[in-house]
């Protein structure tokens, strides 16, 4: 079976500071990976996507960046946070051309 | 671009009283999926219903839902609402193209309290 990881949990930050969220997927070769965000009230964004190890696309441009550095393992990352990057990260996957997402438990960032 | 309008905000029910949480949306796209998660505290979004088909009713745990194109509509529906179904829900598209990146597209989600 497919199991997902986020790490942290959650995290508080001080504006300016650098970032790094991680995502895990286990039981699945090759999967499509995603980063969403959500604002405190807002929807589900997606930020970027990869298909494979070595390549990320951006979606939205939130002054984040992602790597995908192994095929089972996708990174969110910032040299400066901005105290509008808070709000809840969620990592998903899917089969590579599946509709299908299955989202990690995802973090929680305050930036203060 | 593609855009998902829900029922906004929180909708409070009765246990034993019928669920209906509109969804439209707007899209280029001729073939697009709608999906509906389920956000449950403390746990991951998860896939709840999915469709691709026009006007074929879709169900899953109880809940069920329709893609009419003509509409632009995929209201998520249950005959009678449970205490556990207190929750998150959102309403996602699709482009359907099977493309790498499977975009979704979400509402802005509507929280259900159900209360007895």
């Known amino acids: 079976a497919q199991t997902i990881h986020q790490w942290p949990v959650a995290e508080i930050k001080a504006v300016g500071s650098p970032l790094s969220l991680g995502c895990t997927i286990k039981?699945?070769?090759?999967?499509?990976l995603y980063w969403y965000w959500q604002a405190t009230g807002g929807t589900l964004q997606q930020l970027f996507y990869s298909i494979t190890v070595g390549q990320v696309e951006s979606v939205v441009q939130l002054n984040l960046s992602a790597s995908r550095p192994k095929d089972d393992q996708f990174i969110l990352s910032t040299e400066k946070l901005l105290l509008s990057h808070s709000g809840f990260y969620l990592c998903a996957w899917s089969r590579p051309g599946g509709y299908e997402q299955y989202f990690g438990p995802g973090t929680r960032l305050t930036v203060l | 671009g593609d855009s998902v309008t829900q029922t906004e905000g929180l909708v409070t029910l009765t246990e034993g009283l019928p669920v209906m949480l509109n969804c439209t949306y707007q899209t280029i796209y001729s073939n697009p999926f709608l999906f509906w998660y389920v956000h449950y505290l403390n746990e991951s979004p998860r896939l709840l219903l999915k469709?691709?088909?026009?006007?074929k009713r879709t169900e899953h745990q109880g809940f069920h839902a329709t893609l009419h194109k003509s509409s632009s509509s995929f209201h998520l529906q249950k005959s009678s609402a449970q205490l556990s179904d207190s929750a998150l829900y959102y309403c996602a598209l699709s482009e359907g193209s099977g493309g790498s990146n499977a975009k979704l597209t979400f509402g802005k989600g509507t929280k259900l309290s159900v209360k007895s």
């Open positions: 469709s691709s088909t026009d006007n």
């Open positions: 039981g699945k070769s090759s999967p499509n």
